[in-house]
């Protein structure tokens, strides 16, 4: 069994940051991408960045570049995303995962369909 426990969700003011954590344990996967997910009340889940295994490529979507960034650190097997400049619209459930699919076109980690394992989610709430 794989768990993903996700970590470093709360409450925060418009414009602050947070650093959001994913633990990775259990069953020894081969992981080629690590990705964060989030899901706002009545809305579907949405991508939001990616890391592939090698560390050596992260895609964002285009409301988070420039704000939040993913990395990873193998030794921990933990990832990161840090959020900065967050704004009331990136209030939601955040979810990290993991995909056990190699793609050569990065672009194909946007999908959740491509990701097999799945944290609880931590909940994010930026107020105005």
């Known amino acids: 069994q794989v768990q993903l426990v996700e970590s470093g969700g709360g409450l925060v003011q418009s414009g602050g940051s947070l650093r959001l954590s994913c633990a990775v344990s259990?069953?020894?996967?081969?992981?080629?991408?690590m990705g964060w997910f989030r899901q706002a009340p009545g809305k579907e889940r949405e991508f939001v960045g990616a890391i592939t295994w090698s560390g050596t490529s992260t895609i964002y979507e285009d409301f988070v570049k420039g704000r939040f960034a993913v990395s990873g650190d193998n030794a921990k097997n933990t990832f990161y995303l840090d959020m900065n400049s967050l704004k009331p619209e990136d209030t939601g459930v955040y979810y990290c995962?993991?995909?056990?699919?190699?793609?050569?076109?990065?672009?194909?980690?946007?999908?959740?369909?491509?990701?097999?394992?799945w944290g609880q989610g931590t909940q994010v709430t930026v107020s105005s």
């Open positions: 995962s993991a995909s056990t699919n190699l793609f050569s076109n990065s672009y194909a980690y946007r999908s959740p369909n491509v990701y097999a394992y």
């Open positions: 259990g069953r020894t996967i081969i992981s080629y991408a």
